[in-house]
């Protein structure tokens, strides 16, 4: 099973920042926040993941709690593309593994 | 780079029938594993190949199985196919090496219709 919860549905205006949340209380220390997110009938994308400190990229901010035990993926200026189902996802970043646990994810409309 | 692809893109079969889907991975990635994805159960995953030799495996009836060839190339065939097997099968690759971010590179996916 997944270990987040997610909302299952976001909306956001054209150009505004994206705020989406995810819950995983049970994270463990070794234990990484990836994000992925998947635009209509293709295949999904990475995005972002850490550990426990804040991470940026060319695409996204990801800013985790304190505690590990939530975390928030920041769109800074969202745009009509950026409209897709997007996935938190717990794993050990450091395995030797492929294996990723999909929840329901969340669906983000963005408007214009 | 080349991304991962995946042939075919689309598949219609009738039930009884088996089938065999094709996954390319990046040049380099050893890692291949596959997923189904269906309206109701979302995301699921599969199972994973590395090196030729499956390392991980979900919660699938034995009717799914797959392989991985010595170039990192991927096949999975679903025997005696069934309604509920319609789907979209993604494949992802993944270098899983030092250093590396262990991300999954998804490919377009094969959209697989049992009638």
């Known amino acids: 099973d997944a270990k987040t919860t997610q909302p299952p549905s976001m909306d956001c205006a054209e150009g505004r920042a994206a705020n989406l949340p995810c819950n995983h209380s049970?994270?463990?220390?070794?234990?990484?926040v990836y994000w992925y997110r998947q635009i209509h009938s293709q295949g999904p994308q990475y995005i972002i993941h850490?550990?426990?400190n804040n991470e940026t990229n060319e695409m996204a901010s990801l800013i985790i709690t304190e505690d590990r035990k939530s975390s928030t993926l920041i769109l800074p200026h969202a745009t009509l593309r950026d409209t897709a189902v997007y996935y938190c996802?717990?794993?050990?970043?450091?395995?030797?593994?492929?294996?990723?646990?999909f929840g329901q994810g969340t669906t983000l409309q963005v408007k214009p | 780079k080349a991304g991962v692809t995946q042939t075919p893109r689309y598949l219609i079969k009738t039930r009884g029938q088996q089938v065999t889907l094709s996954c390319s991975p990046i040049s380099g990635h050893r890692s291949v594993s596959w997923y189904q994805q269906t309206p109701g159960q979302g995301l699921q995953f599969l199972f994973e190949?590395?090196?030729?030799?499956?390392?991980n495996k979900g919660n699938f009836p034995g009717r799914f199985s797959g392989r991985q060839f010595s170039n990192s190339r991927s096949e999975m065939n679903v025997s005696t196919l069934e309604l509920g097997d319609s789907a979209l099968y993604l494949c992802?690759?993944?270098?899983?090496?030092?250093?590396?971010?262990?991300?999954?590179?998804f490919g377009p996916g094969t959209r697989l219709t049992v009638l």
């Open positions: 996802i717990v794993r050990v970043g450091s395995s030797n593994t492929g294996k990723l646990i």
């Open positions: 049970t994270i463990s220390g070794n234990e990484y």
């Open positions: 190949y590395f090196s030729e030799t499956q390392r």
């Open positions: 992802a690759s993944s270098y899983l090496g030092q250093g590396s971010q262990n991300e999954q590179f």
């Open positions: 850490g550990l426990k």
